[in-house]
């Protein structure tokens, strides 16, 4: 499944591919497992993150492919916080978990730089126009 966002003269395409049936490694029930890439065409060429998403569907519809993209957002928000921040907004007691979450954000983050996408704006935007 793919679906195209488009947002400052950029386009935003989110594709998936099925991957199993498995446990999340934030914790949790069984979930159905995605791969999902996010390439941003645009002047300079094409760039492109992948990452690991977790859903309870087994199929992915456009609208989901686009919650996904929010929920990256949000995790490179939150990987734009210090530790200590990112401690007290989400309440991680385990201090290996709370490193590994955050440093797991941190990389969300860059990747959005890379990409040449401000997650701030973007999530406020998608959430607008999508009504996530």
């Known amino acids: 499944m793919k679906t195209v966002v488009e947002w400052k003269n950029k386009k935003i395409e989110v594709s998936s591919r099925y991957v199993g049936y498995d446990t999340p490694p ?35 519809r456009a609208q989901d ?24 907004e989400f309440g991680y007691d385990d201090i290996d978990r709370l490193f590994k979450v955050h440093n797991a954000c941190k990389d969300c983050f860059e990747n959005f730089r890379h990409l040449g996408l401000d997650p701030y704006e973007l999530s406020n935007w998608l959430r607008e126009k999508y009504d996530i």
């Open 26 to 60: 934030f914790g949790g029930n069984k979930r159905s497992h995605f791969k999902v890439s996010i390439a941003v065409s645009g002047k300079g060429g094409d760039r492109i993150f992948r990452s690991d998403f977790w859903q309870r569907d087994k199929k992915m």
């Open 65 to 88: 492919l686009r919650e996904a993209l929010e929920c990256f957002c949000s995790d490179a928000i939150g990987g734009d916080m210090s530790v200590e921040d990112f401690r007290d």
